[in-house]
């Protein structure tokens, strides 16, 4: 796909209607067309780990995926983690430990242990830093960030 064309995205359960050439990434789609802000531009080189998102149940950059190839995929963002206006066990495990500083890194963060969590609902702290590897934060010191996913894993 060269040219801009109109095509729908599976995303937190429901259809949207995006534009897109062969080079507009997922997280711009979703910013700028979809009005889903949570997913974060840190470095837009694939480094961070800020604009993680869910593919298929696994935590993928969305800044590496250009959005015409994830057509019929299912697409899950923070927002869609919420329920009924709860939020879920991860989101509050990590009001709740304090692992929030600045914010802008804890989305991606909160998509990465979700997926470690439902991949593996028992997981251990090695397993927990091993999936947030990826994601850098440079307020927390990332204690915090472990503490929360193991209150969700009971580690
Ligand atoms: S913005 Fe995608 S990895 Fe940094
Ligand atoms: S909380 Fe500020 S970058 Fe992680």
């Known amino acids: 796909m060269t040219s801009t064309q109109q095509f729908d995205l599976k995303i937190n359960g429901g259809i949207h209607q995006v534009r897109a050439d062969g080079a507009t990434t997922l997280l711009d789609v979703l910013r700028q067309q979809v009005g889903l802000n949570g997913a974060k531009c840190g470095c837009n080189q694939g480094l961070c780990g800020a604009c993680n998102i869910l593919l298929d149940g696994k935590a993928v950059r969305s800044c590496l995926v250009i959005a015409a190839t994830v057509i019929d995929r299912e697409i899950e963002t923070i927002e869609g983690l919420e329920q009924n206006g709860e939020l879920s066990p991860m989101q509050q495990a990590f009001l709740d430990t304090g692992a929030v500083q ?3 890194c804890m989305p991606g963060m909160v998509m990465s242990a979700t997926a470690l969590a439902r991949e ?35 580690a």
């Open 102 to 104: 600045c914010g802008f």
């Open 120 to 154: 593996n609902p028992e997981a251990g702290v090695e397993e927990i830093r091993n999936a947030i590897s990826g994601n850098l934060c440079r307020c927390s010191g990332y204690v915090k960030v472990v503490d929360a996913v193991r209150l969700v894993t009971g």
